[in-house]
């Protein structure tokens, strides 16, 4: 009788050493489970390029210097950068007639005429133009669409941005920009609708 005790007692550690073996595979397989996997917004696709009309002559902000340049602009696929045909008396997109730029041309024009030379000849100062141009021209352009209401943009909240530029020089703009990502990914802006800026001709002379 004492034996038969002795054997039934002998099997417990076996039975605990299975049940550890099967709960220790359980968990493992558990922790071998990935998570689920979080599908990211794919980058915006290049679309055409579309010049910004005729040539741009602004004075620099030294007032000594004049910049002449002429601009195109690749925008993000299916969007433009014409005037919406309201503000183009017709002729923007979707009008009959040619397409104008004026809402785009005006950005250009306000960033162009608060630098410097200096600004422009340092290292890296054309490509930080170029960035600091598709930003400008895509604030206006998501102002003056106001039939696109996931871009538009509060006149009030856009007043308070520019004078808080003009009053810092323009750092408001290149504090705005992730120069980074952005040479990474190639490009002068994230979202459209521009995200590539060319200079067509660009020279700068003192009067």
């Known amino acids: 009788m004492a034996e038969k005790v002795k054997k039934k007692g002998g099997k417990l550690p076996i039975i605990l050493v299975a049940v550890l073996v099967v709960a220790g595979g359980g968990f493992f397989m558990m922790g071998k489970k990935e998570a689920p996997k979080v599908e990211e917004d794919p980058m915006p696709k290049l679309g055409a390029v579309q010049k910004l009309g005729d040539e741009f002559l602004v004075n620099l902000k030294d007032g000594h210097t004049y910049l002449v340049a002429e601009i195109s602009v690749q925008t993000e696929e299916g969007q433009h950068v014409t005037d919406p045909a309201e503000a183009a008396g017709g002729e923007g997109h979707g009008g009959g007639g040619e397409p104008t730029f004026s809402v785009a041309r005006d950005a250009v024009n306000m960033v162009l005429s608060n630098k410097s030379l200096a600004d422009i ?12 141009l598709a930003l400008a021209i895509n604030h206006a352009l998501h102002a003056s669409h106001p039939a696109d209401k996931e871009k538009k943009v509060d006149p009030k909240e856009e007043h308070k941005k520019k004078k808080e530029a003009e009053a810092g020089g323009g750092h408001h703009e290149e504090a ?10 190639d490009r002068d802006a994230e979202e459209g609708p521009v995200l590539k800026v060319f200079f067509d001709k660009f020279m700068y002379s003192k009067a």
């Open 176 to 185: 705005a920009i992730d120069n980074e990502w952005l040479d990474e990914i």
């Open 121 to 132: 000849t340092k290292k890296d100062g054309m490509k930080q133009l170029k960035r600091e």
